[in-house]
């Protein structure tokens, strides 16, 4: 059977390419008293999927991690209350198998599953989601990342032991959506007790998902297997692995030695690559736009980025075209907005700030921040308009496009110190 390649283009500045296959090898090579099976259209249980980790998370707790690598791996052991549909996006029952919204939009009503239960074995109830919003919502918790799509969420109350109600204090379009998939269930028999900012379990993580943590090796490789006591349907796959490989190049080469079943290719290697026959052999391809962005955030404490005007000229002062057709091969978006750029809710009347070097530095006189003591960088009340970025070492096109911005903030009176960390470390400064 072939594997398949999934490449995805990013939208704004960066160039996602994901690869997935259909089936992969057995991390065991069988006996060769083994025969193959013939291939079927007939789905069947079975086999390990081997997937590239770019990065390590610290921990698989997502209340307390704003960690995409942590999110992929916990949905997985984790259930919510209702889930999507692959194929219409529409919520469909998960732990919760019916709910009902009140006219006002103000309450949310939940009627659980009798027959779910943890991996350990402990039935999951309504006091487990009482617990899980409590904790949530608990200001000594790291969670407000999260907390912040709950403020107008006012109370949560246990109407028997699989009935639980939401009240809002105002109509919110995402409310249903933030109660039926970002409210992970944890277990309160387990993070009950001691501190959840730093429980033991958040790295060995209990949920009640379709697979169970097996396995975690430091550096190496995370591995998950199904949960035979899943109460919906269980996954065909047996086991998922995911190798951590931090390295682009090495990850290719376990790639084409089919030691990986799945890879993101960066926008060099999908050009190189994806037309040689020797590649395309093996892999089937697939390119298409993901949900999802890249971007500078600016800590608005600062008093360099307080000021709107300085912030739109630090954008005036990035090339994103030039960083989209040089580094990343023009597979890629400039977007305005959070949303999706191929769903309704993004609107195409806005434009983006344009790459315009003699407005910026407009702006930035305007707003006060000039040269005076005439040492090459702008500053204002005798604080110097310079600042340090932080980068994830693992990615040589954000420290590409790091490069080609600090020529352009030089040119312009702006002093920008770019510092590679390693994704743990980048994230504890993100948090902190």
């Known amino acids: 059977m072939r594997r398949s390649v999934l490449k995805s283009a990013a939208v704004v500045t960066v160039l996602f390419l994901a690869l997935c296959c259909c089936k992969g090898p057995a991390l065991q090579p069988p006996s060769s008293s083994e025969k193959s099976e013939p291939e079927t259209d007939v789905p069947v249980d079975g086999d390990w999927l081997v997937s590239r980790l770019p990065n390590e998370p610290a921990h698989l707790n997502v209340f307390l ?183 682009d190049n090495a990850a290719l080469q376990m790639l084409e030695k089919q030691d990986l079943d799945t890879m993101g290719l960066t926008p060099d290697q999908w050009v190189a690559r994806s037309d040689k026959p020797s590649f395309t052999a093996k892999f089937s391809e697939f390119e298409f736009y993901g949900p999802f962005y890249s971007y500078i955030g600016w800590n608005l404490r600062q008093p360099q980025f307080s000021d709107k005007m300085v912030r739109r000229a630090l954008t005036m002062l990035l090339d994103r075209d030039l960083v989209l057709e040089t580094l990343y091969h023009g597979y890629g978006k400039t977007v305005t907005c959070t949303f999706f750029i191929e769903t309704p809710e993004y609107s195409h009347d806005f434009q983006p700030w344009p790459f315009d070097p003699v407005e910026a530095r407009r702006l930035l006189d305007e707003a006060g921040w000039i040269d005076s003591d005439k040492d090459g960088v702008r500053d204002k009340d005798g604080v110097r308009l310079a600042f340090e970025l932080l980068l994830i070492a693992a990615s040589p096109e954000a420290e590409q496009t790091a490069t080609f911005y600090k020529e352009e903030l030089t040119r312009a009176g702006i002093s920008m110190d770019i510092r590679m960390l390693e994704w743990a470390t980048f994230i504890e400064s993100i948090d902190k």
Not at 206 to 213: F, H, T, V, W
């Open 65 to 247: 991690l704003s960690d995409g690598y942590a999110s992929r791996i916990s949905a997985l052991i984790q259930d919510s209350m209702l889930e999507r549909d692959n194929e219409t996006l529409e919520l469909i029952p998960g732990i919760a198998e019916s709910y009902e919204v009140s006219e006002d939009h103000l309450t949310y009503t939940f009627h659980l599953r009798h027959d779910v239960r943890f991996s350990d074995g402990v039935p999951l109830t309504a006091h487990d989601v009482k617990f899980s919003y409590d904790i949530l919502m608990d200001p000594t918790v790291d969670a407000l990342h999260i907390r912040n799509y709950f403020m107008n969420v006012a109370a949560c109350d246990v109407l028997d032991d699989y009935t639980v109600r939401f009240t809002c204090k105002e109509p919110y379009f995402k409310t249903l959506i933030v109660l039926s998939e970002d409210l992970r269930i944890f277990p309160k028999h387990i993070y009950g007790a001691g501190d959840f900012n730093t429980h033991p379990n958040n790295r060995n993580l209990i949920g009640s998902g379709p697979y169970i943590l097996e396995r975690w090796d430091t550096g190496q490789q995370i591995i998950l297997t199904r949960n035979e006591n899943y109460w919906g349907k269980k996954p065909r796959l047996l086991k998922r692995v995911y190798k951590i490989v931090t390295d």
